[in-house]
């Protein structure tokens, strides 16, 4: 993959001496979405927690060319990287306005005087939220949250957005509209890293893709070719089509 924003080699990370990843080889081009599949239990929430720097790890992670193994997270969250992690993690008590504010710290920190104008980005990609903004977070639907989760995220302007199983709990309609709306985020420029269950929306989704099984890269390459490969689809698709006799 040319053009490499996120480049992790050899990484290995854990939980005190539970060695979780084993290994872990993978790239990012930018403005591109790559998106990691797996059972439950073979380290994908792990692997976006080693990136983001929430646990250590060993080997080599590199963001636009730079080395940032060693770096903590605060210093990640301010070149660029975000996290949505699986809960969410919102300010139940706070509007939907302010708690997109408060995801603004990275571009306001940064000196941007402009850096509320990313609320007219956000309310673009999630109009239910510009419907919402005075509505306490708490109030909130399922994919209402989810939505105010990544539009927060947004608001930091990242370079790299890292979205850990954005569909949990929520219908099936609101699935497609998170996924259409993750898809739209390649206008915005921003490079995603997708861990995700949902194995058939994540390849309709990404470019290219990567198979994470017991802490191993079992499989890897482009998203569409993953969805053709027989052992994607007797794990994690379960569509094999029939010959026609």
């Keep these: 993959m040319g053009n490499t924003l996120l480049s992790v080699k050899n990484v290995h990370a854990g939980y005190g001496r539970a060695e979780v990843l084993q290994g872990i080889d993978l790239e990012a081009e930018k403005g591109s979405i790559i998106t990691v599949i797996g059972p439950n239990g073979a380290g994908k929430s792990t692997l976006l927690n080693a ?4 646990i250590p790890a060993r080997g080599e992670i590199a963001f636009d060319g730079q080395p940032m193994t060693a770096l903590s997270l605060e210093v990640r969250v301010m070149q660029g990287i975000a996290l949505v992690p699986e809960k969410r993690e919102l300010f139940g008590t706070m509007t939907v306005e302010d708690n997109l504010l408060l995801g603004g710290f990275r571009p306001m920190r940064s000196g941007n005087p402009r850096w509320r104008d990313q609320l007219d980005t956000v309310y673009e990609l999630f109009p239910r939220l510009k419907d919402r903004r005075l509505q306490v977070a708490g109030t909130l639907s399922g994919g209402e949250r989810q939505m105010l989760a990544l539009g927060r995220a947004m608001m ?11 569909s949990l709990g929520l219908a ?13 985020l390649r206008k915005t420029g921003v490079t995603t890293v997708l861990v995700e269950q949902n194995a058939r929306a994540a390849l309709e989704t990404a470019d290219y893709g990567y198979v994470l099984e017991m802490g191993h890269i079992a499989l890897h390459g482009p998203a569409s070719a993953l969805a053709q490969d027989s052992r994607v689809i007797d794990t994690y698709l379960g569509t094999r089509k029939k010959a026609v006799a």
């Design 156 to 166: 930091s302007q990242p370079r790299i957005l890292m979205l850990d199983e954005p």
């Design 51 to 54: 990136l983001m720097g929430i």
């Design 172 to 184: 099936p309609l609101v699935v497609r509209e998170i996924f259409s709306t993750i898809d739209a």
